[in-house]
């Protein structure tokens, strides 16, 4: 595997349920982010992690849950959603700090019911 | 609040056409400007990242321009391959990674 893997690549789930999802980058970085792309809206960004701990929380609602065991792995946690939250979610990394590029995977697409 | 409007919308070429994407931004000190590529059902590809006005980069058949106000993503003689949705994004100085991303360009490319 290279670059920035995540799975599942589609999600489909209700509103009472709880499911995760996954995000595993093989480049070495140590910084890591979950970012929202909606249709015709721009992406935004939900949290970033630095080595293992989370800097930035863009006012994600609390039923977002990060976790981030490491610096090559990171998860969201999702329960009792809304059908606004159906959308692609990106995970990407980057060597850490400001000026780095930011590096994507291909997203799971997710579909509230 | 930090803010980026790409135009056109939507781009249709023909191949060869030449043409230039517009990203015009406001940003508490800017950082870094970032050019990405998305291809349906895939993510972002990093295309360049441009730092300061006069600045310009290259890859391909494509050339990242900036100024102080505005970033261009000039396509010369494109090909059908180049179609994809351009995003461009700002990071402001302060210490903070985020980015800023507009809606992106949807260019097309037609044999």
């Known amino acids: 595997e290279t670059g920035v893997t995540q799975t599942p690549r589609h999600l489909v789930m209700g509103m009472t349920n709880k499911k995760s999802l996954k995000c595993e980058q093989h480049?070495?970085?140590?910084?890591m982010y979950w970012y929202k792309q909606s249709a015709k809206k721009p992406l935004e960004l939900m949290f970033v992690?630095?080595?293992?701990?989370?800097?930035e929380n863009n006012s994600v609602p609390s039923r977002f849950s990060p976790e981030c065991p490491n610096s090559s792995h990171l998860f969201l946690h999702l329960h009792t959603l809304q059908p606004e939250d159906s959308a692609l979610y990106l995970c990407?990394?980057?060597?850490?700090?400001?000026?780095?590029?930011?590096?994507f995977g291909d997203g799971t697409r997710l579909s509230i019911l | 609040e930090d803010q980026v409007t790409q135009s056109p919308e939507a781009l249709r070429l023909q191949e060869g056409e030449s043409s230039s994407l517009n990203c015009s931004y406001t940003?508490?000190?800017?950082?870094?400007l970032f050019w990405y590529r998305q291809d349906p059902g895939k993510g972002p590809e990093f295309l360049f990242t441009?730092?300061?006005a006069g600045e310009e980069k290259e890859k391909e058949r494509l050339k990242a321009t900036l100024t102080k106000k505005e970033s261009f993503l000039h396509i010369t003689a494109p090909k059908p391959e180049d179609s994809a949705t351009y995003l461009c994004?700002?990071?402001?100085?302060?210490?903070?990674?985020?980015?800023?991303f507009g809606k992106g360009t949807k260019l097309t490319v037609n044999p």
């Open positions: 992690y630095n080595f293992k701990e989370q800097t």
């Open positions: 990407a990394s980057s060597q850490g700090g400001q000026d780095q590029p930011q590096h």
């Open positions: 994004a700002v990071q402001a100085q302060g210490g903070s990674e985020k980015l800023v």
């Open positions: 480049l070495g970085h140590n910084a």
């Open positions: 441009l730092y300061s």
């Open positions: 940003v508490s000190g800017l950082r870094g």
